[in-house]
């Protein structure tokens, strides 16, 4: 069983930097596709981009393309998702999610993170 944990969440002004970390234990696959989601209130949740762990390939939604980018680090088993340029649009609760990558492809995510939360303030 795979266990994710975010951390690095925060209170920051319009136009500065965030950086999240999603903590894999438990027997993560080193195969495995990583993805973040966020939710702001209400129903939805949005794809915010995913990171391949084998080979780092990224692909991003267009809202954060350009200002947020993933990477990740196989020693220390974590994915980080680093945010610049932030908006009061961004104001959400950040979660990471992981899968088999034929999975990912079809937005099908096993495992799921607890989520922490991102304020940007205007």
Known sequence: QVQLVESGGG????GGSLRLSCLASGGASSSYSVAWFRQAPGPEREFVGRIN??????????SVKGRFTISRDNAK??????MNSLKPEDTAVYYCAATAPW???RGMYDYWGQGTQVTVSA
Not at 11 to 14: D, E, T
Not at 77 to 82: A, K
Request: charged fraction near 15%.
């Open 11 to 14: 209170l920051v002004q319009a």
């Open 53 to 62: 762990w084998s080979d780092s390939s990224t692909d991003y939604a267009d």
């Open 77 to 82: 088993n974590t994915v980080y998702l680093q």
């Open 103 to 105: 999975k990912a492809t």
